[in-house]
């Protein structure tokens, strides 16, 4: 069975420190999704950036970065000069299947919640 | 474009209670997904329709919970009676293609209801 493991509960940091959040995942398919999401205070669940198993690259977005390494099977996020605006729960999720039953099936990790403060 | 839709976003009722919550998806969704968030936790499914049909419904405790969606757009998810271990947020989402379309569909969120049994 699946199962993904976000072992820091908490951070606090202060603004303009750099952040990274841990996420390790198992899984016995050689094929699955990594994801994280971002939580804000209203509730609802924000995309940020979702892998495949089979694209390794480690990938930028502005002040957002992903490191996935399938040797430690782990996928962590990295927040650059990190913002007030950037409080919130993240999740980390996986998805082993897209096809039958078990299609699109997120496990998610337990969250790590990020407070920034000025 | 209008996101996932969901009311009431917070639901306080007392134990034994019938419950109610309403999602509306985002328009050409044709896959709908219920989740339950406890505190400190991520989602986890409680069930997935493609169009009208429940395809998973496995981890909907089927003995007080119950799910419809007739005409394979909006849904209701129903408790029946409640407890209070059903405090929790319960979350809708959305994609656009299913298990048939052979590749991952992104899964877009509503704000969630918040339910609050006393």
């Known amino acids: 069975a699946q199962k993904v493991t976000q072992a820091q509960t908490e951070i606090s940091v202060v603004e303009k420190e750099d952040v990274t959040l841990d996420c390790v995942y198992e899984?016995?398919?050689?094929?699955?999704?990594l994801f994280w999401y971002k939580q804000p205070p209203s509730g609802e669940l924000v995309f940020l950036i979702r892998r495949n198993s089979f694209d390794e690259q480690n990938e930028i977005s502005g002040r957002y970065s992903w490191n996935f390494q399938k040797s430690t099977s782990s996928f962590n996020f990295t927040i650059t000069a990190s913002q007030v605006v950037d409080s919130a729960v993240y999740f980390c999720?996986?998805?082993?299947?897209?096809?039958?039953?078990?299609?699109?099936?997120?496990?998610f990790g337990q969250g790590t919640i990020l407070t920034v403060h000025p | 474009e209008a996101g996932v839709v969901q009311s009431p976003r917070y639901k306080i009722i007392e134990k034994k209670q019938p419950v109610a919550f309403w999602c509306n998806p985002i328009?050409?969704?044709?896959?709908l997904y219920w989740y339950l968030q406890n505190l400190g936790q991520g989602p986890e499914l409680l069930i997935r329709?493609?169009?009208?049909?429940?395809?998973?419904d496995s981890q909907l405790p089927k003995d007080r919970f119950s799910a419809e969606r007739l005409k394979g757009v909006d849904s209701t998810l129903k408790i029946q009676p409640a407890e209070l271990g059903d405090s929790a947020v319960y979350l809708c989402?959305?994609?656009?293609?299913?298990?048939?379309?052979?590749?991952?569909?992104?899964?877009?969120f509503g704000p969630g209801t918040r339910l609050t049994v006393l």
């Open positions: 899984t016995r398919d050689t094929t699955y999704y």
């Open positions: 329709y493609e169009n009208e049909e429940a395809v998973d």
């Open positions: 328009s050409g969704h044709n896959t």
């Open positions: 989402a959305s994609s656009l293609g299913g298990s048939t379309s052979g590749f991952y569909n992104e899964q877009f």
């Open positions: 999720a996986l998805s082993e299947a897209i096809t039958g039953t078990s299609y699109g099936k997120l496990t």
